[in-house]
């Protein structure tokens, strides 16, 4: 099977910041960053996985702020 793997980003450098902050953090913190960082894993492994959230249901402010198209 010839598996691609995607990219993943963050919406803002905010975020990544406080996404690694998480690893440098208290135990609870570090945990939280393991289990983000294998859920991004899994996702670059295969984008399909998880579950798709319809159009309809994505906050309006994501589509404005962020211009999202898919969660």
Excluded: H, W
């Excluded at 993943?8 to 393991?34: H, M, P, R, T, V």
């Excluded at 983000?36 to 295969?46: E, G």
Aim: glycine share 2%.
């Amino acid at each position: 099977m010839n598996e691609r793997i995607k990219d993943a980003a963050f919406i803002n450098q905010k975020l990544k910041d406080a996404y690694l902050q998480l690893k440098e953090g208290k135990f609870e913190e570090k945990k939280l960053f393991d289990s983000i960082n294998k859920y991004i894993q899994d996702l670059k492994r295969n984008p399909q996985c998880g579950i798709r959230i319809p159009n309809r249901l994505i906050p309006k402010e994501y589509l404005a702020d962020f211009q999202v198209t898919n969660l």
